[in-house]
């Protein structure tokens, strides 16, 4: 359909729902900048409902809250009692506590327990020069990344307190587009167990969380974390949840749909990133040489700040980004109607657009020279380069350049180290095309966290161990895998083999 109309919104019919679809570019960014005229909500509550499994008693208090987000209700509103205004305190929130001090906490606690549990894991022996082979790098990462993760967000109690809960969870998220399509339970009753198991999980955390917290020996500041609740955001958002009315069964469904979106997008798309790093001649020495400098031996941690810094780590993240986030912001119109790109839409329309196919816009990005009829770095191809501009290249950069001679005088020489260093990283006039956290006022609040989370998963694995891809042709091979498209980032189709061994 994109080929037909590559600038004009189209009807998607999806079952029994209709949706518009907004190609990217001119008219994603004039979806974005109409926010106040739109809302997530349907596509919020249908999502409850079908992936997070919540009840019609508890989404009742959903469906009765249009108050909108932001602090003062909309119109009609007013005298809404405060408590039940979820929408709003929810992203309130999420914005205050995923930013700045909580932020910090959550990224130190992070790295402090997958910095530990790659130091313990028994998967590579302690000592020696010794290779071992992993059958899947990615199952490696998903298992240590979550763990660290849910630790940081969660505490330690819900996966104390349900020890098969890590592998539930995968299994979870892998069976999440069974869940949206509406499966019918009798026809797939093992999917459906699963998720049981995963809410009940959450259920029993908050019981007991519940039960051995004591609010009077806080004092007069609220912890940024402890080891009950964990961050000051989950324990913030039972605490919302109760008061505006929700059951146990309610708040677990939300804290599930809180820790699948922290974590099923972020690991798959470190996991693009490692790849990239082994099998890339050159590469990990340069991203090491990033690294390096940015360890804090004094705390045992990273320098977080500088790590972000780094010009071409934050573009090896942003292109992890570009690769393999397929989301589908969503949004319906509240207003009687508004205009987007100079097309009008009625109210109760639902727009949606996805990154996926404006990061794979061949007349937009920079895919370098033509090499024997072939673009050098092609669109549905990792360049760990592409969002970086070298102050001697004139070739570089994110957005392909008008004058094609650019790239037939440029050298395609390696980039190096020194290069590295001069580097700008460049996402301006990007946004169009490069959305992976959705626009406007629902921007994803976690992003910052991702960030941090990314970056740190990569310098702390690069720490502890040397890794070799078994089999760098094959890898090339591997791809996203399209069954997860369009619910976030997608992983890997098949597994990575992969050798590893501790650094000395």
Avoid at 383 to 407: M, N, T
């Amino acid at each position: 359909m994109l080929s037909l109309f590559p600038a004009s919104p189209f009807r998607l019919f999806v079952g029994p729902q209709k949706f518009t679809f907004l190609p990217h570019g001119d008219l994603v960014l004039a979806m974005f900048r109409s926010s106040r005229d739109l809302t997530a909500k349907p596509l919020t509550i249908t999502t409850l409902r079908d992936a997070f499994a919540m009840r019609p008693a508890d989404l009742d208090v959903f469906l009765r809250d249009d108050s909108g987000i932001h602090t003062k209700p909309l119109p009609g509103f007013e005298s809404f009692p405060p408590p039940h205004r979820v929408f709003f305190t929810q992203h309130r929130d999420l914005h205050a506590l995923l930013s700045g001090t909580a932020l910090d906490v959550m990224t130190a606690r992070f790295v402090a327990h997958y910095s530990a549990q790659l130091r313990a894991t028994p998967t590579i022996p302690p000592q020696g020069d010794s290779w071992t082979v992993l059958p899947d790098l990615y199952a490696f990462l998903r298992q240590e990344m979550f763990t660290a993760a849910t630790t940081a967000l969660c505490g330690p109690h819900l996966l104390r307190l349900s020890p098969s809960f890590t592998r539930d969870f995968w299994t979870y998220d892998k069976d999440l587009m069974l869940f949206m399509r509406r499966t019918p339970r009798f026809l797939a009753r093992s999917a459906y167990a699963n998720r049981d198991r995963v809410v009940d999980a959450f259920a029993r955390w908050h019981e007991h969380a519940a039960a051995h917290f004591d609010a009077s020996k806080l004092g007069d500041a609220e912890p940024e974390w402890e080891p009950l609740w964990g961050a000051r955001l989950t324990r913030a958002r039972v605490l919302m949840f109760e008061g505006a009315g929700l059951s146990p069964h309610g708040r677990a469904s939300q804290d599930l749909g809180m820790l699948w979106a922290t974590n099923a997008n972020v690991i798959p798309s470190t996991m693009w990133a490692l790849v990239e790093v082994y099998r890339t001649p050159g590469l990990e020495a340069r991203v090491r040489a990033e690294v390096e400098g940015c360890w804090d031996e004094g705390e045992g941690g990273f320098d977080i700040a500088r790590l972000c810094a780094q010009p071409l780590l934050t573009s090896i993240y942003h292109e992890a980004l570009r690769y393999s986030v397929g989301v589908t912001p969503a949004r319906n119109i509240l207003v009687p109607e508004v205009e987007i790109g100079g097309w009008r839409f009625e109210r109760g329309q639902t727009l949606m657009c996805n990154p996926w196919f404006g990061g794979r816009d061949t007349s937009f990005w920079n895919v370098g020279r033509v090499v024997g009829g072939r673009p050098e770095h092609p669109v549905d191809e990792f360049w760990a380069e592409r969002f970086l501009e070298y102050p001697d290249d004139p070739a570089s950069g994110p957005v392909r350049k008008p004058d094609e001679s650019i790239y037939q005088k440029a050298s395609g020489k390696p980039k190096t180290v020194e290069d590295d260093r001069t580097a700008k990283v460049v996402t301006a006039g990007t946004a169009g095309h490069f959305f992976p956290y959705g626009g406007g006022t629902k921007i994803c609040p976690g992003r910052f966290f991702a960030k941090q989370e990314l970056m740190a998963a990569i310098a702390v694995l690069m720490r502890e161990f040397d890794v070799e891809l078994a089999d760098v042709e094959a890898s090339r091979k591997t791809k996203p895998d399209m069954k997860y498209f369009p619910a976030g980032s997608l992983p890997p189709d098949r597994a990575v083999p992969v050798r590893m061994r501790r650094r000395r």
